[in-house]
């Protein structure tokens, strides 16, 4: 603990001021390192950090860890789905990691074939009567021509930027708009499948390639063309990994737990986190700050920003994701899925996406089960009520255009899933990117003792965040 003592000796002044700041009686307790955000990136880190030897306390917002992960026990089958994270990509020590932890892991099965679903534009209630879309063969065609273009860019861009060129050597693909991509390798048959996995960055079509190749990198492309494994738990519910992370970390987790100050500096950090039940404050000294959560301003307000990460962390964009599992008698009575396409993809081609804010396709989360699934997307500014608005007005909009059966009355929806997948799908423009943008995004790591992990510095991938982790966590301790 002498890295501890010496960090307290030289921001004793910093801590002293920060507690005379709080106007009720806090816990001061002190750490090695403080990870903020119990996701992905952040329960790995403090696993990895623990490994190492290091006192870590991890502050999670929710009651449990995993982020996006929403296993989901259907009360009418009693059957558990996972709603956020699907599968686990064969990709470092994934199965080291399931393993230690004791959770049995198989390799995800081929997805069966299901019945075409029904096309709407949900907005109008309008039927898409003459899209068919691209046949199977085409879509394995094309992405195998992904996946192969997208190899070339694998080590620049998965687990992370570690590897990425000089601002003046980016690789003109990257800095294409996807549907110039797409037009370039004649992939357009690959855009529905592209958008089915990565959707939650809006209409792909309109981005740079660099972000959608990170939301869909040469790893997913060879998982979906089979040529790479995926792993799903054996009990069916992918949570059961982050309760055992949960276990293996004890009193170190510090849930339903929020930073609300912080003073930080090159020799240390002191943040001040609060319960949310109990409304208890405490001070958490440590000589090294994580952070597993979007770095965006508006959430790093508590971060005492200077004016180079500010410059840095405001050109982000963002878009959000909200995921539901929701029921209405008139969704009870329709036998597909619900697919949501604009109208113009009448044309029949495969290039045509809604965009946000949008709700994805509406499915039942089970065979026989009552209720429905759906996500819906937007910027980062669509909070859950919108999100959960927005969605009752494109089923009543479907109810009223009788494309679902049932009166307005049986549209209004009773909700069983609410999650907030957050900030997500972190980028910037082809000429931020051009100005060196990545150059100063990771020259902020260990700045004020501060790092950063998370899907913004990463991929938007559960075990590529692990990765990511493993080349991080080493620079932390300095090794």
Not at 31 to 56: C, E, F, N, P
Not at 119 to 135: E, K, L, M, V, W
Not at 332 to 342: E, G, I, K, R, V
Request: proline share 4%; net charge negative.
């Amino acid at each position: 603990m002498s890295s501890i003592k010496q960090a307290l000796v030289k921001t004793s002044g910093l801590l002293a001021a920060l507690a005379a700041s709080e106007n009720s009686n806090v816990n001061v307790v002190t750490t090695d390192t403080l990870v903020i955000g119990g996701g992905a990136g952040g329960a790995h880190a403090a696993v990895r950090l623990t490994d190492y030897g290091q006192d870590v306390i991890l502050v999670e917002r929710e009651s449990i860890l995993g982020g996006a992960v929403d296993s989901f026990t259907d009360p009418t089958t009693g059957r558990t789905s996972d709603m956020g994270v699907g599968d686990f990509t064969d990709y470092g020590n994934v199965t080291g990691f399931f393993s230690r932890f004791n959770v049995p892991i198989t390799h995800k099965p081929a997805s069966a074939s299901s019945a075409a679903p029904r096309r709407f534009d949900f907005s109008t209630g309008q039927a898409i009567t003459n899209y068919s879309g691209p046949s199977q063969a085409d879509v394995h065609a094309a992405l195998e021509q992904y996946a192969a273009v997208a190899e070339k860019y694998e080590d620049i861009l998965v687990p992370g930027y570690w590897n990425f060129p000089n601002a003046s050597d980016i690789p003109e693909d990257l800095l294409l708009n996807f549907g110039a991509f797409v037009e370039k390798y004649n992939i357009s048959a690959a855009l529905p499948t592209i958008f089915q996995i990565a959707g939650a960055m809006g209409r792909v079509v309109d981005k740079e390639v660099l972000p959608v190749m990170r939301a869909f990198p040469a790893q997913t492309a060879r998982t979906v063309l089979g040529t790479q494994k995926s792993y799903v738990t054996v009990s069916g519910r992918n949570q059961d990994l982050y309760d055992a992370v949960g276990e293996f970390l004890g009193d170190k987790v510090y849930y339903n737990t929020q930073a609300i100050s912080s003073v930080r500096s090159d020799a240390g950090v002191a943040v001040t986190v609060q319960d949310i039940n109990t409304g208890q404050k405490t001070i958490i000294q440590a000589s090294n700050l994580v952070l597993g959560i979007a770095p965006d301003p508006s959430k790093f307000s508590i971060l005492d920003l200077d004016d180079t990460e500010l410059g840095v962390f405001s050109k982000f964009q963002y878009t959000r994701e909200h995921i539901f599992v929701m029921s209405c008698p008139s969704l009870a009575q329709t036998n597909t899925s619900l697919a949501n396409l604009p109208y113009s993809a009448n044309d029949n081609t495969a290039t045509h996406f809604p965009d946000y804010n949008f709700t994805g396709t509406i499915s039942r989360v089970s065979a026989n089960s009552t209720l429905f699934h759906t996500a819906i997307v937007g910027d980062k500014f669509l909070d859950p009520e919108s999100a959960k608005a927005k969605l009752q007005s494109d089923i009543q909009t479907l109810v009223g255009a009788h494309d679902l059966p049932g009166s307005s009355s049986e549209a209004q929806l009773e909700y069983h899933l609410v999650s907030d997948h957050g900030f997500m799908h972190a980028r910037v423009t082809a000429d931020e990117y051009k100005a060196g943008f990545i150059q100063d995004l990771m020259a902020l790591q260990g700045r004020r003792s501060t790092w950063y992990t998370g899907s913004a510095f990463s991929a938007n991938w559960q075990t590529m965040l692990w990765e990511y982790n493993e080349i991080l966590v080493p620079k932390i301790l300095g090794r």
